[in-house]
Antibody, heavy 122, light 108 residues
């Protein structure tokens, strides 16, 4: 079965960086894009970025341009999201999510990781 | 960026009742690119509906989606106890992908 297993909770100080991992299993890793979506405490969902595991190509939300970097290691079917210059408003749960395969240019998000809590506090 | 506005913010209903959730887009969204998710406390969201009206794998047929253009609806025909949760609409028609702010379906 498809699984996305993320790394554990992180506590960081303002200005630091955090790198969250997402280990995929149960499907061909390079066949499906991976997205990152975050959820601040008591708030809704915010799309951050996607990566193509096959090509390594990425697309970042404007709000995160210059601060977020997505990478992958196909040998261990793992995607990574690194966020730098952390601020208190980056405190959130970060989800890695698989984009479905639907035959069109863009598809829904069908499998979600369990989420990684990132807390930013001095 | 396409802004999605969900209404109502909270829906208070009893088990067995019908729930109708609305999602309005600030500009037209091709129906192929509209999804709904359910989220329960402490859990990740779960895909319910994609392409505006197609149920995801394993989703009961009491959940249905409809709509086009700028107005979309998620309907739960008869609420089961496990359906009381938060619901989000999501457009993937254009970048950046965006989500509505959510509708909470609570027990009356």
């Amino acid at each position: 079965q498809v699984q996305l297993v993320q790394s554990g909770a992180e506590v960081k100080k303002p200005g630091a960086s955090v790198k969250v991992s997402c280990k995929a299993s149960g499907y061909t890793f390079t066949d499906f894009y991976i997205h990152w979506v975050r959820q601040a405490p008591g708030q809704g969902l915010q799309w951050v970025a996607w990566i193509s595991p096959k090509s390594g190509g990425t697309n970042y939300a404007q709000n995160f341009q210059g601060r977020v970097t997505m990478t992958r290691d196909t040998s261990i079917t793992t995607a990574y999201m690194e966020l730098s210059g952390l601020r208190s408003d980056d405190t959130a749960i970060y989800y890695c999510v698989r984009e479905a395969s639907c035959g069109t240019s863009s598809c829904s998000l069908d499998y979600w990781g369990q989420g990684t809590q990132v807390s930013v506090s001095s | 960026e396409i802004v999605l506005t969900q209404s109502p913010g909270t829906l208070s209903l009893s088990p067995g009742e019908r729930a109708t959730l609305s999602c309005r887009a600030s500009q037209s969204v091709t129906s192929t690119f509209l999804a709904w998710y359910q989220q329960k406390p402490g859990q990740a969201p779960r895909l319910l509906i994609y392409g505006a009206s197609s149920r995801a794998t394993g989703i009961p047929d009491r959940f249905s989606g409809s709509g086009s253009g700028t107005d979309f609806t998620l309907t739960i025909s008869r609420l089961e106890p496990e359906d009381f949760a938060l619901y989000y609409c999501h457009q993937y028609n254009s970048s950046p992908r965006t989500f509505g702010q959510g509708t909470k379906v609570e027990i009356k």
